[in-house]
């Protein structure tokens, strides 16, 4: 059974915007934290945005001021909106819940061209 399954992603020059989105079982969105890690190819896995359940969003200071995390509880999704995007944001994304259920998505591919 998929618990989170995620949409979105391709092929983008830089400077251009993308917007990934991650749909939730009922039995974990409402309980755990979401967010979106990336990997690049000979990097380790990093966070790029979370929101709790309360809201609260955090960032880390390399996509700071470019992506939005937003989440919807009706439809239980969580969003991932991408503006400015440079070459360095080029990786595979994925969605997770935690800490009460720690699951990740299959991930999609972020490309982004010079």
């Known amino acids: 059974q998929v618990q989170l399954a995620e949409s979105g992603g391709g092929l983008v020059q830089a400077g251009g915007s993308l917007r990934l989105s991650c749909a939730a079982s009922?039995?974990?969105?409402?309980?755990?934290?979401m967010g979106w890690y990336r990997q690049a190819p000979g990097k380790q896995r990093e966070l790029v945005a979370s929101v709790t359940t309360s809201g609260t969003t955090n960032y880390p200071d390399s996509v700071k001021g470019r992506f939005t995390i937003s989440r919807d509880n009706a439809k239980r999704t969580i969003d991932l909106q991408m503006n400015n995007l440079k070459p360095a944001d080029t990786a595979v994304y994925y969605c997770?819940?935690?800490?009460?259920?720690?699951?990740w998505g299959q991930g999609t591919q972020v490309t982004v061209s010079s």
């Open positions: 997770k819940s935690w800490p009460i259920h720690d699951f």
């Open positions: 009922r039995s974990i969105f409402s309980i755990n934290t």
